[in-house]
């Protein structure tokens, strides 16, 4: 067995499950897994080509995985109860908003980098909750990038998987999404996170491993709505931003802007507000990821939630990405003892808040703010401790 933990899954189990969906041989399956994550700090960056401070999760995407050669594509999942084959002339388009639309954009960055994918059986396995703004989906594209690399022995470099990954969200799906998640999901180590340059992929591995404080995720539980759609019109806010700064200012990416030049050139935006604010909030959310990284390097965790407190406002009042009940939940959370910093993570629009909760204080918080959020908005919300994991590995029977 695999020397890291398999993080709940029972893999004797998912392979008799593989078998009664496909039948034998069971001798040629392979395992991978990939986790999800968490950001920590620098959210609607990564597509300016900014910075991100995420950390893997110890819950992901567990795939059992087959070569078949008979040009047939074969998906199921033990969390939704489907079973699809399709032949190799069905593969190449989406199939409404079904998961399998992400697995079918891997195989698709494959067919177009010229490999011959003649057919597989996939078992997915998923404890990721879904719409949670924790990654599931690119813990699922990573995981199949991954373990095709492998099963078809097509030498890619890991990197290479993280950019063919985003490709499928970007092109097949149709969400532009930036590199982060992907990137995060790929590269992570376990009990750190990850400092990624999203314009040029540099990257640190900064330890955290907190001795005092805990992680702990909270979930709306809220249903997503427009996610797509207001995710892509905040992609293009940005561009239009960085097209009214660029005739004024030698930069590439808006990513790279600073607070203090936004100020100075203010004025080129009176007919556009809104990229004004989405300009204000890319260039302050960078600045906070450079101050919070060695907030956290030198332990001063009250500086780094204070980060985490103004990322979160800034998310809410200049990108307008949050959401009621993540508003309610922030602030319940801020109201109680013994919490540092509480933001929303991910893209917004509902999914979780990441909060930095000193351990002797995590009863209290999951209970009084799981009462408060449930009286202010009638939803139930889960809470997640999370240990900072690693990347996306094969797993050894
Ligand atoms: C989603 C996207 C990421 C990133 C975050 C916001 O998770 O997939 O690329 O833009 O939102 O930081």
Known sequence: MSNTPINGFNLERLLARFSEKFGGPESTVQQFFAPGRVNLVGDHTDYTGGYAFPCAIDSGSMLLIRRSQNDQFRFASTNFDMFAQLSKEQINKTYGDNWINYPLGVVDQFV?????????????????????????????????AFAINQVFDCGLPLLELVKMAQAAENDF???????????????????????LNCETLDYRQVPLSLTNHSIVLANTNQRRELNESAYNERVAECARALALLQDHLPIKALGELDVKDLEKHQSLFTDDPIALLRAQHVSSENARVHAAVPALEQGRLDT???????????????????????????????????????????AGFGGCTVNLVEKDHCEDFIANVGKTYQKQTGLTADFYTIAPSCGVQQVHT
Request: proline residues 2%; hydrophobic residues 40%; charged residues 20%.
């Open 304 to 346: 780094f939630g204070d980060l985490m407190n103004a990322s979160h406002d800034s998310l809410r009042d200049c990108f307008h990405v949050s959401s009621e009940p993540l508003d309610h939940l922030v602030k319940a959370a801020r109201a109680q003892s013994g919490v540092l910093g509480s933001r929303l993570t991910g």
């Open 173 to 195: 799906v149709g969400m532009q999404c930036g590199i982060m998640d992907q990137f995060a999901v790929a590269m992570a180590k376990r009990d750190h996170a990850l400092l």
């Open 112 to 144: 177009k980098r010229g490999f011959a994918i003649d057919g597989i059986d996939c078992l997915y396995s998923g404890n990721v909750p879904n719409g949670a703004g924790l990654s599931s989906s690119a813990s699922i594209e990573v995981v199949t």
